[in-house]
Each structure stands twice: as structure tokens, then as C-alpha cells.
């Protein structure tokens, strides 16, 4: 047992959605810190990994004890402006269904949220709707 | 001055009485111990006199189901369905990572409850009583 790695964590949440928006049709997925320049007209997402609480799960020291480490997943789902939210919901689904109540290595993810229609699209030019989900693991000491 | 919070307590247990084993994935125990009051007030008194009586204990631990299934663990979770309990199982609760500051008994396990909620994690609740002494070694 030893203390949870969050790139890890991370790498298992990110991996599933690159995989996934790698498959046709084809998706660009930019990540946390990552210089990306969309191209107009076009769709992509933005994948946002954030760890937020840690909670004490059982009695114990450093050693022979768990935690909770709880996260957020936030998906910003860009697509063209002016044609309808039929293309942007068809991307929500596939990111929802991709982690809709699924446990992967450990991770554990809730019911999403969304995707929600943005009123202010950043950058501008898009139609924007945002997937939000929680996730929880499981830390060993 | 030292304080200790709940995290550094932990619960030991062995159904053969022996040699206490630590339980996993412990969350809180509690033990309420009781002695009971006798009333000596003299006819006439003005003021009630009591002195002590019996003593006994009760209380609770809660475990989170990790479906551990070989160790003591496991054990500890289903001797309420035990068919005959003399009473013999150990307990030792501690306050102290240290492992020097316990209360120990033997006592009954008498009661389970078993829940799972949505979203949660499932969480067992193991009701006791004591059988014989506390030793309090706090």
C-alpha cells in the first residue's frame, strides 16, 4: 500500500476520454495546461482534472489506514455556432456514457451533470455546453 | 498537553479471546460504561443516598465492508450469527496509535446491521455488551 499518485488518477481519467475521442468521428481533446489553438467551425473538447477534498475513511496512522480523494471532471464541449445543439449533445453523450457510474482502476465516477448549455462560450464563436462529474478513489496507507 | 483525535484509535478483536487482532477498515467505535445506582436513603433522610452497584458496558463499532474475507476481519462481521457465544471474544479499543492506551473486555456482539446506500460506502454497524470485566487502561 502506499499514498495514491494523482497522475495516475489522472492519467486513467484523461486516457479514457483520448480514447474514446480518438475513435470516428474523431474528436480533438485539449487538456489542463496544454497550448491549443482551435480550428474555427470546428468541434473539440476541454478536458479540466481537478482533486479537491481528501476525507479520513478509517481509523489508523501512516500506515494500515484509507482516505477518501474525491475530484471534479469538468468538460467544456465546443461545436459550431448558428447549426443547432444536435451535434454538440451527440459529443455530451459520449463523454456522459463514457463515465456514467463506471469504476476504473479504482476511480469511481458519479452520474454527470450535464451537458448544460454555456451562455458566454470562452473562446467565443462556439456553442458551448459543459459536462461536470465527481469521481472518487480510494487512498491505502 | 496532548490531545488525540479519532483517527489514531483503532479496535482489536479475537472470538478465541486470545490475542487481540486489528480490525480493518475501522471508522469509530464507542463504549458506554454503566454502573448501576443503589438507593440507601435511610427512613426519615432528608437527602437520597446511593452507592454503586453492577457495572457493564455497551457500544458500537462501525466497519466499512472491504470483503475481506480470511482474516479477523471477516470474522469480527458475522460473529453475531455465531451459534453458541460463550461471551469469550475479545475486545480491545484503542485511543492511541501507540497501542498503549486501550480498554479492554470480553464481550457478545449483539448486533449487525448491514447497509448499502446509494453513492455511499457501505458501512457495517456492530452492537456489544461486555461480559465480565473493563479494564480500563487509559
Known amino acids: ?141 | 498537553m496532548a490531545f488525540y483525535r479519532g483517527q489514531q484509535g483503532s479496535v482489536k478483536f479475537d472470538d478465541a479471546g486470545a490475542t487481540g487482532v486489528t480490525i480493518t477498515s475501522t471508522r469509530s467505535w464507542s463504549l458506554t460504561v454503566e454502573k448501576e445506582s443503589l438507593d440507601t436513603t435511610a427512613l426519615g433522610a432528608t437527602y437520597r443516598a446511593n452507592v454503586g452497584g453492577l457495572i457493564s458496558g455497551s457500544g458500537t463499532v462501525e466497519v466499512l465492508y472491504t470483503a475481506s474475507s480470511a482474516d479477523e476481519t471477516n470474522v469480527f462481521i458475522e460473529h453475531v450469527n455465531t451459534a453458541t457465544d460463550e461471551g469469550l471474544a475479545l475486545f480491545e479499543l484503542f485511543l492511541d496509535t501507540t497501542g498503549t492506551k486501550k480498554i479492554s473486555f470480553d464481550g457478545v456482539i449483539t448486533s449487525a446491521e448491514y447497509s448499502a446506500t446509494v453513492g455511499e460506502i457501505e458501512v457495517i454497524t456492530l452492537n456489544f455488551v461486555t461480559n465480565g470485566d473493563i479494564t480500563l487502561g487509559i
Open chain 1, 1 to 141: 500500500m502506499a499514498a495514491v499518485n494523482l497522475n495516475t488518477i489522472r492519467s486513467t481519467i484523461e486516457g479514457r476520454l483520448a480514447t474514446e475521442l480518438a475513435l470516428s468521428p474523431v474528436i480533438p481533446v485539449v487538456f489542463h495546461n496544454q497550448p491549443s489553438t482551435p480550428t474555427p467551425n470546428s468541434s473539440f473538447v476541454q478536458c479540466l482534472v481537478s482533486f479537491g477534498n481528501n476525507n479520513f475513511l478509517t481509523m489508523g496512522g501512516t500506515t494500515g489506514s484509507s482516505n477518501s480523494v474525491i475530484g471534479v471532471i469538468v468538460m467544456n464541449v465546443f461545436t459550431p455556432k448558428g447549426v443547432g445543439p444536435g451535434a454538440n449533445l451527440t459529443i455530451g453523450k459520449r463523454i456522459r456514457d463514457l463515465y456514467n457510474r463506471q469504476v476504473v482502476s479504482g476511480v469511481h465516477f458519479d452520474p454527470p451533470t450535464g451537458p448544460e448549455v454555456v451562455a458566454s462560450p470562452a473562446p467565443e464563436g462556439y456553442f458551448q455546453t459543459q459536462v461536470r462529474l465527481t469521481f472518487e478513489t480510494f487512498e491505502d496507507l
